[in-house]
């Protein structure tokens, strides 16, 4: 094995980490659609911010209201949440089905990768069916033959307008 | 449901409200609805706006008083005024955005131009217009009254009638209370709004301490798993010591501050985050006592601001850090904007604690609203089926103490706050 085989398996190729960030997804978008929190949880970072912008899709958000802004404490709080009885906004639980999409995958600081993608999002629940648009952006960080989420930002098309019932994961 | 005729008397819809009882149909019917936006919201008076919505001249924001658009503009002359937000020519709204800055407003359909004061100032070519063509008496169509307490500003579209102060009454003393967790008693709106609807009645937007450890078991659940103890459900049962009470003229409040202890770097039954025991939350506990004259009551005031859960009939709740506004848009059809009320002269870490402890229980993905909404849709749904018309509003109804001046006392889930509530409801519905 020459120096140069050994350098490709610690930094793989842009091609090889797009493969990869796109199982990462699929594999995510899985877990949230099948309500399976605590997997979903073993995915974050114990850094991990999750966020999900109110009004506007950028801002300060220690000084604005946003939707969701979750540290790793609070995400803990929202799947014990959703996994205890009584968490009646998701009982029964929203049928989802989402796809992931436009992704952009760059290399990043610190062998941090950015990843920006689309989403749209069927939601069904109670007679009514919704459709969620979103760009996501996201900071993950290699883990092995995966990754860890450090940030994943959802900016919801419709932050500015009143909306439903949103305590599924987005 | 027709207005009732009681003894040869017109009653008007006020027989729908019988002593500890209600009849679903002031939920269900929108012939009542269009009554209630006639008789409440396009006559007594509601919250508009915050001062702090419109700080510089100029400033404007777009708000709604029922189904009706409004431009709350503060003018170059820095008096803050409302408007209907209708061209006078043909009727296009001329203010698009929620906010922002301008001089002027301009209808987009023909060029008619106000200034953010109201007068009409300017029409595309006007030769074509007759001799008798008024442009001084076609500006922007003022509110008939408009009118401010402490910054919040109320509206009124009747001509005459109670003036604020009256209208408010007893209710005026927790919008006091609510700013007191400020060194300057000021709050300011400017940390956006959280939007959010439910296909239900605006009156479910109510107050009530009877609904907490089952609507909202999770919540508790999670305060017992923080703080490694049981106290928070201890809150609202019928042995707590906390109350409802009814203020008079359908302004009513929940009081819990009898179950909570302020301490810095303490948890809290409250719902708003504790005290931090950093740089900032021991600055933030100087300043309030130097506004306030000692510790103990710099204590006093947090817990009474945080502790503030008022409605002020009909459209606005304080609750925690919330200001809540209730729209109404058809029997069964509601928008409710939170504003998160930062506060004014205060480390930024106090109000950054404020948002954070905000979203944790409300938002449409917070941990306690979407479960009220979730019960108020079901509400809506389960009242169609009125084979059986009344609701039971009957709780702690002889127990409550009706105190010299007029307001009543209960226990903590007793249902005196939705009988002062539609006590009001049925005196203007009259």
């Known amino acids: 094995m020459g120096e140069g085989d050994a350098m490709s398996a610690v930094a793989p190729s842009l091609g090889e980490l797009r493969d990869q960030v796109s199982a990462f997804l699929v594999a995510e978008s899985e877990l949230m659609d099948q309500h399976r929190y605590d997997d979903w949880l073993e995915l974050w970072s114990a850094d991990g911010i999750y966020w999900v912008p109110c009004n506007e899709d950028d801002y300060d958000p220690r000084q604005h209201v946003s939707i969701i802004y979750d540290d790793y404490g609070r995400l803990q709080e929202r799947c014990f949440r959703l996994n205890s009885a009584g968490a009646h906004s998701q009982d029964p639980p929203s049928r989802l089905c989402r796809i992931i999409g436009n992704q952009q995958v760059s290399p990043g600081s610190a062998g941090h990768v950015q990843v920006r993608a689309n989403m749209i999002l069927v939601e069904v629940r109670s007679g009514e069916k919704n459709t969620y648009g979103a760009r996501l952006e996201y900071e993950l960080q290699p883990d092995g033959d995966s990754f860890k989420i450090r940030q994943k930002k959802v900016i919801l098309l419709d932050n500015d307008e009143p909306l439903g019932n949103l305590t599924f994961l987005l | 449901m027709p207005v009732a005729i009681v003894e040869g008397q017109d009653v008007g819809y006020s027989s729908l409200i019988g002593e500890g009882r209600v009849h679903s149909a002031i939920f269900t019917d ?31 924001c777009r708000k709604s008083i029922g189904r009706y658009s409004i431009v709350v503009a503060r003018g170059t002359d820095g008096v803050v005024r409302a408007f209907f937000n209708r061209c006078r020519h043909r009727g ?10 301008a001089e002027f407003f301009r209808c987009p359909y023909h060029g008619w131009t106000y200034s953010n004061r109201g007068p009409l100032i300017g029409v595309p070519f006007p030769s074509r217009y007759g001799v008798d063509f008024e442009k001084e008496k076609l500006g922007l169509v003022p509110i008939a009254r408009l009118d401010q307490y402490r910054g919040f500003y109320f509206a009124s579209l ?5 003036g604020l102060t009256e209208h408010l009454g007893r209710a005026a003393t927790y919008i006091d209370m609510f700013l007191q967790a400020s060194p300057t008693e000021k709050v300011e709106l400017r940390a956006g709004a959280s939007k959010s609807n439910f296909h239900g009645n605006w009156k479910f937007v109510g107050m009530d301490g009877y609904h907490v450890n089952f609507t909202h078991k999770t919540v508790q659940d999670l305060q017992v798993r923080r703080t490694g103890n049981a106290e928070s459900l201890k809150s609202n049962s019928d042995r707590a010591p906390n109350l409802t009470v009814d203020l008079g003229g359908g302004h009513c409040r929940l009081d819990l501050s009898l179950t909570d202890r302020v301490e810095i770097g303490k948890a809290t039954s409250s719902l708003i985050g504790e005290i931090p025991d950093t740089d900032a939350g021991h600055e933030y506990l100087a300043l309030m006592a130097e506004r306030w004259g000692s510790e103990a009551e710099a204590y006093e005031k947090i817990r009474g601001s945080r502790d503030v859960h008022l409605h002020v009939w009909p459209n606005l709740q304080l609750i925690g850090s919330e200001v809540r506004v209730i729209r109404p848009l058809s029997s069964s059809y509601t928008e409710v904007f939170g504003y998160p009320a930062l506060l004014g002269d205060v480390p930024d870490e106090i109000n950054e604690r404020r948002l954070r402890g905000y979203e944790w229980f409300n938002g449409v993905a917070g941990f306690g609203t979407p479960d009220d909404r979730e019960v108020f849709e079901r509400n809506q749904l389960g009242l169609q089926a009125d084979k059986e018309p009344w609701m039971v509003l009957s709780r702690g109804l002889t127990q409550a103490e009706v105190q010299a001046d007029g307001v009543v006392v209960g226990n903590i889930t007793d249902e005196v706050t939705q009988r002062s509530q539609l006590g009001q409801w049925a005196k203007a519905m009259r």
């Open chain 2, 158 to 162: 009747a001509d005459d009638g109670p």
């Open chain 2, 30 to 60: 929108q012939s009542i609805f269009e009554a209630e936006l006639e008789r409440i919201f396009y006559t007594y008076w509601v919250f508009l706006a915050h001062e702090s919505e419109v700080p510089e001249p100029g400033d404007y």
């Open chain 2, 92 to 101: 296009t709204m001329v203010c698009r955005y929620e906010h922002g800055n």
